[in-house]
């Protein structure tokens, strides 16, 4: 049985957080002394810790701080009057694990309590959720080799085993919906609805009657009831895609409806019961959009029970090529011809461009490439003209060198190489044509092969595997 430290100066508010907490069927400890409620921490191990301050504000930081000095794990829950963002913040940054308003609701430090003991199972079971368990981590339809993709990787198979709601963040185009779809599939609500909600495109007119439903006769034109995304989502997973898109008045609803899993459709009157998991998202930071009051603070403690970043294609170059294969392969059929392969000049400039657009991106420019290519293998000149520009054509730094000289050798030994190249793949090796095309003797074109080390039937690509 779980065991709660209660730590609150006023005694009316421990005798009520103590009821509700024994109701709820945990132990509880109370003090209105935080000296002794250190001690109880440092002697009676407690799972999760309600916190209050004596003045609500920067008292309740402190007091923070020093329980996570002492045990950085432990899920400390806040309860504050007249809170403002700044101190939200601050209290999210210190490690506070959810943050409640007084007055407050039973059903709010319930939920915030069962949620504290669901994230203390994900991370303290030792038993399947062990990180040694997933050492060689794989996520069905998710391509990644990468140290940054197999940490996203395990938190996900951990996650999927339990019911806890998931808040995932990452830049546009890092594949948040597929990491959503994975923990739903590796769940158990698997052969449920996964139902997507994508709070950028859906119309503000619309929005409320797509996701609560609405009556016969509701509104001019609804002709007769119909179902809401809730309601289809019921037994399986919401995942709300860009949740800091949504209006705040409708992220005050659905707060409630994931708080006590009821909801009323537009112009109805009886109640609606729902059971599912929701998974949220946004390529926001998060607390920053609390911040700016793009997202409810409420809403987002009720959401981010385990959070999970996802890393810029940037940060994770060591799949680049993994994925060039899987795109390929994907969409070789589309092109006029077989692709066989890509050349390695059109592999390192993919590997050298930063990806602003993440996966989608680079998704996108194999589609095109294969689209655009002249023969079996994807070349540099079929690359999207953006990446083409991007590419950098010199391997050596020339302000390495010591000299101005020797900086002009590096650049002209580069440049003469590249050229020739270039000029024995545009003229499938004819040294009378690429002399003609050049405007220079077959005795120079003859002496700068031989000084860059080139053949004249040097094609240069790499097989697809």
């Not at 700016?292 to 981010?304: I, P, S, V």
């Amino acid at each position: 049985m779980y065991t709660v430290l209660l730590i609150d100066d006023k005694v009316d508010i421990l005798v009520e957080h103590s009821r509700l907490i024994v109701k709820s069927g945990y132990e509880c400890l109370s003090t209105k002394n935080f000296h002794e409620a250190v001690a109880l921490l440092r002697n009676s191990s407690p799972d999760v810790i309600f916190l209050s301050g004596k003045d609500s504000g920067q008292d309740c930081l402190e007091r923070l701080d020093v329980i996570k000095s002492i045990d950085p794990d432990i899920p400390v829950i806040l309860f504050c009057e007249k809170a403002n963002v700044d101190m939200v913040v601050k209290a999210m940054k210190l490690g506070a694990f959810d943050f409640i308003e007084i007055p407050f609701d039973e059903s709010s430090v319930i939920s915030s309590l069962q949620d504290a003991v669901r994230e203390l199972e994900l991370n303290h079971n030792p038993s399947s959720c062990s990180v040694a368990n997933y050492k060689n981590v794989r996520l069905p339809d998710v391509i990644g080799e990468s140290p940054a993709f197999k940490n996203v990787a395990r938190r996900v198979l951990k996650v999927a085993e339990t019911e806890a709601n998931v808040f995932i963040s990452g830049e546009s185009g890092t594949g948040k919906e597929l990491i959503a779809k994975s923990i739903h599939n590796l769940s158990s609500r698997r052969d449920e609805p996964f139902i997507a909600v994508d709070c950028v495109s859906l119309p503000p007119t619309l929005i409320e009657s797509e996701l609560f439903g609405y009556e016969k006769g509701a509104f001019s034109g609804a002709i007769k009831s119909k179902p809401g995304l809730l309601e289809l989502a019921d037994g399986g997973t919401l995942f709300l895609d860009e949740i800091t898109e949504l209006d705040i008045y409708l992220q005050a609803k659905l707060l409630r409806v994931i708080q006590e899993r009821q909801f009323r459709r537009v112009g109805g009157s009886h109640l609606i019961s729902v059971d599912f998991r929701v998974i949220a998202a946004t390529n926001r930071v998060p607390e920053k959009a609390v911040e700016e009051n793009k997202l409810r603070k409420d809403l987002y403690y009720r959401l981010n029970v385990v959070p999970i970043k996802l890393p810029a294609l940037r940060e994770r170059k060591e799949d680049i090529n993994l994925l060039v294969n899987y795109f390929m392969e994907k969409y070789k059929p589309i092109g006029r011809q077989l692709i066989k392969g890509i050349t390695r000049r059109a592999l390192k400039a993919l590997n050298g461009y930063r990806w602003p657009g993440n996966i989608r991106e680079l998704q996108n420019a194999i589609e095109q490439s294969i689209s655009m290519a002249e023969k079996q293998i994807i070349d540099f000149e079929d690359l999207p003209e953006n990446i083409m520009r991007n590419q950098v054509l010199f391997d050596d730094n020339p302000v390495e060198a010591e000299s101005f000289k020797e900086a002009k050798d590096k650049y002209l030994k580069q440049f003469y190489k590249m050229y020739m190249k270039n000029m024995i793949k545009k003229h499938n090796g004819n040294i009378s044509e690429i002399a003609r095309s050049a405007e220079i003797s077959r005795g120079t074109i003859y002496k700068i092969l031989e000084e860059s080390n080139i053949s004249e039937n040097d094609t240069d690509f790499l097989q697809l595997n």
